[in-house]
């Protein structure tokens, strides 16, 4: 509510802020909880609050920007069924002044939190940070600051419904104090997500309050009341009715393209992890889960991914791929070869499906240097008593003598080397 204090009562009440910071929590019943967590509850209904590090949302450019201004309710479509003490609901009523409910007539709120649960004009609640807020839209577009934003996001069955309050303002001031924090709805599991981001002192210090309530205002916890600064700032909470979830999320891997019968890629290979938390779970905090990995290079290639589940539970997994981007290459000797043009086509293919094709042209020919490589390989090949190769050999050279008879030799020449190379 707009409130046109002087500017001395605005000093006084920015001389009491050293004390208010103290006046932290009327915590419930709070007791330390694994890794350093604060638990509060179960409540009746066996809500149980837990503590966790900050984990805010970022929210698309296609994200609602809501149009109250201060001390409003807007009515905002879930996305999904939300189960909320055991009532399944599809629309949510997202109030300026840091709260929301699934109760359609429900007040605004204004002007301070008040204790939970406790039977008033706001029940059915969620209240992240409910106080004198005031978002810079709206008829509030001239004194206060900042937007309250809505997205689901995700993908079924783990999408969010997010309420933004991003970087807006105390009542009412455009130029003081900014607040960030966001109500998250999970679908499946219907836990619900309070996360922190700044929050600034109130210097008019009104109270603040942080927890849930039931439709008739009876059963509920409270997170805090008070001044929160201190106990909120830059954490979240996690509230769910169900089991304590201690088991981490698990992955089931898969690859794309898919490995061939040798388990072999020629190209870079992306793994879509594939995340899920155990039945009953918490379910995965999706904007903690590694989505897909692409590799990079050849070889044997680790890939590695973590995913934390709601609770705070983070899983570890890794997968190896083998990638394999270079053509084979080709060779042959040409000694074989008959004297003259020859052109030659070879292809090859690797187990990882890479293939070369390689034609070359070339042209043989005989010199005094060649022709003695030639009698070495018949004279090697009769030590080793692989005559066959041998043979064939001599005739290779046979038909090389009779093809350059008259030509690179003389006739005489030819019937020399012939008749030594056959005693060989
Ligand atoms: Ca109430
Ligand atoms: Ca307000
Ligand atoms: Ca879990």
Redesign the pocket.
Known sequence: ?RNRTSRRGILAALGALTADVSLFALMGTGAAGAAGAATIGPDSFGYTATSTSESLRTLSGGALTLSVG??QVQSVPIGFPFSFYGTSYNDTYVS??GFLSFDPGVS????SGNTLPQPDAVNNAISAFW????PGTGY?TSY?YGTIRTETIGTTPNREFVADYDIVS???SISGPRLKFQIILHETTNVIQLQYGQLDLDPYSRTQAAGIEDAAGTTGLQIGLGELIGLLSHGGWIISSGPTDTDAPIATPTQSPAANGAGWNNTDVTVSWNWADEVGGSGIDAGNCTTSSVSAGEGTITLAATCADIAGNVGNATTTVMVDKTDPTVSAAASSLSLGSHSLTATATDVAGNTTTTTTSFTVTVDGTSLCVKIAQIVKAQAKGQTKVAANVLGALDNELRAQTGKALTAAEAALISSLAAQL
Do not use: H, I, R
């Not at 605004?108 to 002007?111: A, K, L, M, P, T």
């Not at 106080?131 to 005031?134: F, G, K, Q």
């Open positions: 509510m201060d001390d300026s002044n605004q709120g204004c002007c106080t004198d807020v005031c509030s206060c105390y009542c009412c």
